[in-house]
C-alpha cells in the first residue's frame, strides 16, 4: 500500500474518546438536529433509543433527533469501557437519559468512532432501553 493511501495511527487517549459523548450530549442542548447528525459520518447506522427503525443515512438521523430533541434529553454516563484501535475506537455501557418531563430512560449504548483524517465521528451509534430487571 502507498503512503498516499494510508493514514497513520492517530494518537487519541480515553479521556478523548470520552469526550466525544460529551460534544455529542452539548450538541443535544443546542436543540438542532442538524449539530447533532454532524457527529456521525454521512453513512453511520443509528439504532436509536425510542425508535424501531435503524437510521441509515443523514436525512433519516435527523428525522429521528427531530422528535427526539423535542423531548430535552441531556445524558449522563453511568458506567463505561473505551476500547481504542488504530483509528477506531468504541465507547460502551451504560446511560441515563434525563427528559424535560422529569422522565428516566435508562439505556445502554455503543458508540464506534473513526477518525477520518481530521476529526473523530461515530460510525456506528446502538443504544436500547435496559430490559426489565430479571436478576
Known amino acids: 500500500m502507498s503512503s498516499a493511501h494510508h493514514i497513520a495511527c492517530i494518537k487519541t487517549n480515553p ?3 470520552a469526550a466525544l459523548f460529551d460534544r ?3 450538541s443535544l442542548k ?3 438536529p442538524i449539530k447533532v447528525n454532524e457527529n456521525y459520518t454521512d453513512n453511520a447506522i443509528l439504532l436509536a433509543t425510542i425508535s424501531n427503525k435503524p437510521r441509515v ?3 433519516e438521523r435527523i428525522e429521528y433527533f427531530k422528535d427526539f430533541l423535542s423531548k430535552h434529553p441531556y445524558g ?3 458506567s463505561r469501557t473505551i476500547k ?3 483509528n477506531k475506537a468504541i ?3 451504560l446511560y441515563t437519559f434525563t427528559l424535560k418531563d422529569g422522565k428516566k430512560i435508562h ?3 455503543t458508540f464506534t468512532y473513526r477518525w477520518d483524517g481530521h476529526k473523530w465521528l461515530t460510525s456506528s451509534h446502538h443504544s436500547s432501553v435496559l430490559p426489565e430487571n430479571t436478576e
Do not use: F, L, P
Open 15 to 17: 479521556q478523548e474518546i
Open 24 to 26: 455529542w450530549n452539548n
Open 30 to 32: 443546542t436543540g438542532n
Open 57 to 59: 443515512n443523514s436525512t
Open 76 to 78: 449522563k454516563i453511568d
Open 84 to 86: 481504542i484501535g488504530c
Open 91 to 93: 465507547d460502551t455501557g
Open 107 to 109: 439505556a445502554r449504548y
